[in-house]
């Protein structure tokens, strides 16, 4: 198997078959529940060279904001003054 690691040696991606670019090979034990409940960052390399639960993992918040972005905001402002401006042409 091959591992991608941030600096903290954090897991953020693994491969079982074919290779990773930056890849590091491991042939260590590896968890039981590994491939069900990885997810990247929720595992790490220990200084031991064992894969293990990240302590300090926070999961991904789910909720989605539907409110509109600043550049959204921006954008539509502009479309309001292309329609103002167009219609004092025509007028």
Do not use: W
């Amino acid at each position: 198997m091959e591992i991608l690691m941030d600096s903290n040696r954090v897991i953020t991606s693994f491969a079982t078959c074919g290779h990773l670019d930056g890849g590091t090979v491991y042939t260590g034990l590896i968890p039981d529940d590994f491939d069900a409940t990885f997810c990247p960052g929720f595992y790490k390399l220990s200084t031991a060279g064992n894969i293990e639960k990240n302590d300090g993992y926070v999961a991904p918040s789910e909720s989605i904001d539907n409110a509109p972005s600043a550049a959204m905001d921006a954008i539509n402002m502009l479309g309001i003054q292309v329609a103002q401006l167009a219609a004092k042409v025509k007028a």
